[in-house]
């Protein structure tokens, strides 16, 4: 059984305009891909768009066998809503919903599989603990551990380590490697180039339509890195003449 990603001529719009266009290629099964771009690239929409949350404007992706249920989605940190009155086990459990649904119940092997996953990202002492409390290296690893409970074939990670320190960027990169290892398909989005060609075997480099994607050292070349800033450039054109209209 298949669980490639395939993406064919994928186009995300958000009222017409796109944000990736022309994107083909393949996330094969088991593969550890880091999505990486300038702001704006898109980057975020396509993640969305492969968790099913945002329609496609053109093309297809082809999830094979793939479930809603066998995807785990972490979004951009900013749109968690850190005042939520929950615990960190509640968290952690709500990882659990897309197995068990509305009528089921976590019981106490779902308390124990969440109790194990604060402990594999270091949180054993956590789990009464508030959410507001946490710090944000302490949340991002609470974060993971739901992912951990998901027990997911496909998981989808939006900067999943900025404003980290080095400790839990390390840590997380281990389980994420974990993942990988288990034959998983990881797909994160990320900003670090070392980060990225130290521990990452593929790359997608996105500035809207795609520049790149392969083995990770011929995709983060000089070259490609210059093509997307160019592209990134010619995005904010309308920004610069209206700023000299106004000056004028
Ligand atoms: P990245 O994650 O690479 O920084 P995004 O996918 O967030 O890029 O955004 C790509 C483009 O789509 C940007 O120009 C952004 O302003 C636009 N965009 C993102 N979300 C929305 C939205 N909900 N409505 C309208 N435009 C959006
Ligand atoms: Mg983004």
Redesign the pocket.
Known sequence: MSTDISCRNVTVA??R?P??HHLSGCFSAGSLTAVV??????????L?AMAGMLPLAGGSIERGVLKQRDIAYLP?QASLDRAFPISVLELVLLGQWQHVGPFGGIGRRGIAAAREALGAVGLEDFEQRPLATLSGGQLQRALFARVLVQDARLILL??PFNALDARTVSDLVALLHRWHGEARTVVA?LHDFDLVQNRFPEALY?A?APIAWGRTADVLTPQNQLRARQMAES?SDQAAICATDTAA
């Open positions: 958000y009222d305009h944000a990736v771009g300038p702001n704006g690239a898109g980057k975020s929409t396509l969305k951009q939006d900067e989005v996105l809207r995005w």
